[in-house]
């Protein structure tokens, strides 16, 4: 089992809508979340974090963690054709501070 | 100059050759990282420093030497690669502390290696 899980995609969705971005993780004592961005051939940039149970918005982004499921997922609302991008979800181990990626999911927003 | 900036951007070398990544930060962070990305894999930790000390080297290869003589330098020397070492190294920088929990990455743009 893979400790980050998501789902490669290519995930499609038509400009306006709502992206719905997920990730899963097997270390049930990881303390910290975070969301990156990669455009094509660029390095990753944060763009949320989340450490609690809930959710977490910051303008047209919405981070929800459930720890007790194991999962952390990020809301794009009014997609825009720029947030075409891979977003790559990141998990802090409790047990060694150690920061492990999942594969990342690659969001295509449809004109 | 501002953020984490790396040379050279693109590298190609032969199985013999010696060469060093360059990684520079200029935002005052003390932990810094090397992360080696393969395409349709995951971002691998390569190794972590932490207020120049080593606190992280996830069981990488010899062949991989890195070097943090200060909190805004970090170097990756390579020596006799092999073709599957071909990818993305990423530099990485955060504030640091005694704990890297929480710790926000920002990334350099990479160096894209191709060994022949």
């Known amino acids: 089992q893979k400790e980050v899980e998501q789902n490669s995609g290519p995930l499609s969705v038509p400009e306006g809508a709502i992206a719905s971005l997920n990730c899963t993780y097997s270390?049930?004592?990881?303390?910290?979340f975070f969301w990156y961005r990669q455009y094509s051939g660029k390095s990753p940039e944060l763009i949320m974090f989340?450490?609690?149970?809930g959710d977490k918005e910051d303008g047209r982004f919405t981070a929800q963690l459930n720890k007790a499921s194991q999962y952390v997922s990020l809301l794009i609302r009014d997609s825009q054709p720029s947030d075409s991008a891979t977003y790559l979800c990141?998990?802090?181990?409790?047990?060694?501070?150690?920061?492990?990626f999942g594969s990342g999911t690659r969001l295509s927003i449809r004109p | 100059e501002t953020g984490v900036t790396q040379t050279p951007r693109h590298l190609v070398m032969g199985m013999t050759n010696k060469k060093s990544l360059k990684c520079e930060q200029h935002?005052?962070?003390?932990?810094m990282y090397w992360y080696k990305q393969s395409a349709k894999k995951p971002l691998e930790l390569m190794f972590v420093?932490?207020?120049?000390?080593?606190?992280e080297n996830n069981s990488v290869p010899s062949r991989f030497s890195p070097e943090c003589p200060n909190s805004s330098h970090l170097f990756l020397h390579l020596h006799t690669l092999q073709p599957e070492d071909s990818a993305l190294y990423l530099c990485?920088?955060?504030?640091?502390?005694?704990?890297?929990?929480?710790?926000?990455?920002?990334f350099g743009s990479g160096t894209q290696l191709s060994v022949l």
């Open positions: 990485a920088s955060s504030k640091g502390r005694d704990s890297l929990t929480n710790e926000k990455l920002f």
């Open positions: 270390d049930r004592g990881s303390q910290s």
């Open positions: 989340i450490y609690s149970n």
């Open positions: 990141a998990v802090i181990r409790g047990s060694a501070s150690k920061i492990i």
């Open positions: 935002l005052g962070h003390n932990a």
């Open positions: 420093y932490n207020f120049k000390e080593q606190t």
